[in-house]
């Protein structure tokens, strides 16, 4: 098996899922938050989807992602149509 070393520049990876919480790096995280290339920001507004609104939305997209990748819970969930 060939083994080669993970170069994520950004710095944070995803280490483990589970109900309820993930780990980004060492941080266990229980509560809403976003990472971009330059920060992991925690404490983000909405708790739920059903919370999602534009406002909300407004930090992440200020990073100008390319790609948004939303978790919904144990259950596929989808944003209003105004986000």
Do not use: K
């Amino acid at each position: 098996m060939q083994l080669s070393r993970d170069a994520n520049p950004a710095g944070y990876s995803v280490r483990r899922v589970e109900p309820g919480a993930i780990t980004i790096n060492d941080s266990v995280l229980d509560t809403s938050f976003f990472v971009h290339a330059d920060g992991l920001h925690t404490g983000w507004s909405p708790r739920n989807v059903d919370e999602l609104d534009p406002e909300a939305m407004a930090p992440a997209l200020a990073e100008s992602p390319e790609v948004i990748l939303l978790g919904s819970g144990p259950r596929q969930r989808f944003p209003s149509p105004a986000v």
